[in-house]
T-cell receptor
Framework: NAGVTQTPKFQVLKTGQSMTLQCAQD?????MSWYRQDPGMGLRLIHY???????DQGEVPNGYNVSRSTTEDFPLRLLSAAPSQTSVYFC????????????FGNGTRLTVT | AQSVTQPDIHITVSEGASLELRCNYS??????LFWYVQSPGQGLQLLLK??????LVQGIKGFEAEFKRSQSSFNLRKPSVHWSDAAEYFC?????????????FGKGTKLSVKP
């Protein structure tokens, strides 16, 4: 049981480049989400999804796009990377029920130069 | 507005000493409360959670937390800290209120353990 798998682990981009951060879970969880973690800021919600075909914005959605074509996958797209998007990104999922705990991936460390 | 405050950015304790990490929340509905731990280079792991009932909850690795509604607090405790407890700890709140159950995280408390 792999849980939540994020790829890549590390990525360096130049300003203006685009890329997709991958997230997959094998627990059949309906809810998936993306957070970014910055020093002294804790975790901030970027986008989330409550099921295939349904996505919504979190606290800091600007500069990021998501889609949810399958239950398993929830990719995060950076259309035109900016230095302010340098961060550690975490994908998390949970089963139905808002009192269910989140299961986190190990993160993607992104640097934009 | 919904928020979580962890007043201590960094705490250092001696191995074997007791530990209390503070968490205060502001939430308009019935809160669900969580404590997560993050080891360096890793994702977050659930330590414990509170939904209802007994206000003292037990978690993994010997941790416990007490929910105090009157103080809007959910402090994490451990009677005797081990060197392997050195990590960053996050308090989070979620629940009803139109948020789809999205968790709001505190900014974290980094725990260092002296030998």
């Amino acid at each position: 049981n792999a849980g939540v798998t994020q790829t890549p682990k590390f990525q360096v981009l130049k300003t203006g480049q685009s890329m997709t951060l991958q997230c997959a879970q094998d627990m059949n969880h309906e809810y998936m989400s993306w957070y970014r973690q910055d020093p002294g800021m804790g975790l901030r919600l970027i986008h989330y999804s409550v099921g295939a075909g349904i996505t919504d914005q979190g606290e800091v959605p600007n500069g990021y796009n998501v889609s949810r074509s399958t239950t398993e996958d929830f990719p995060l797209r950076l259309l035109s990377a900016a230095p302010s998007q340098t961060s550690v990104y975490f994908c998390a999922s949970r089963r139905d029920g808002i009192n269910s705990p989140l299961h986190f991936g190990n993160g993607t460390r992104l640097t934009v130069t | 507005a919904q928020s979580v405050t962890q007043p201590d950015i960094h705490i250092t304790v001696s191995e074997g000493a007791s530990l209390e990490l503070r968490c205060n929340y502001s939430y308009g509905a019935t809160p669900y409360l969580f404590w997560y731990v993050q080891s360096p280079g890793q994702g977050l792991q659930l330590l414990l959670k509170y939904f209802s009932g007994d206000t003292l909850v037990q978690g993994i690795k010997g941790f416990e937390a007490e929910f105090k509604r009157s103080q809007s607090s959910f402090n994490l405790r451990k009677p005797s800290v081990h060197w392997s407890d050195a990590a960053e700890y996050f308090c989070a709140v979620g629940g009803y209120g139109g948020s789809q159950g999205n968790l709001i995280f505190g900014k974290g408390t980094k725990l260092s353990v002296k030998p």
